[in-house]
């Protein structure tokens, strides 16, 4: 985990993967993650993965003081 900053930034790409489906049959949707100041990346298939993702390059901040 890094330091808490104020301020971060990430580029997400998202893209459907049109000959793949999940068990429902519905659509699967991919995604790519990068930590724009460290370089670090990861592959999600879901939000809880990106936000797990997210919250390991910026710290947990619930609670955080925003005064």
Do not use: K, Y
């Not at 808490?4 to 893209?15: D, L, Q």
């Amino acid at each position: 985990m890094t330091t808490p900053s104020e301020f971060h930034a990430f580029i997400v790409r998202i893209w459907w993967e049109p000959d793949l489906t999940r068990p429902n049959g519905r659509p699967l949707w991919r995604g790519r993650v990068q930590h724009a100041a460290s370089g670090r990346t990861r592959v999600f298939q879901s939000l809880n993965e990106l936000v797990e993702f997210i919250q390991e390059q910026t710290g947990r901040l619930e609670g955080a003081n925003r005064g």
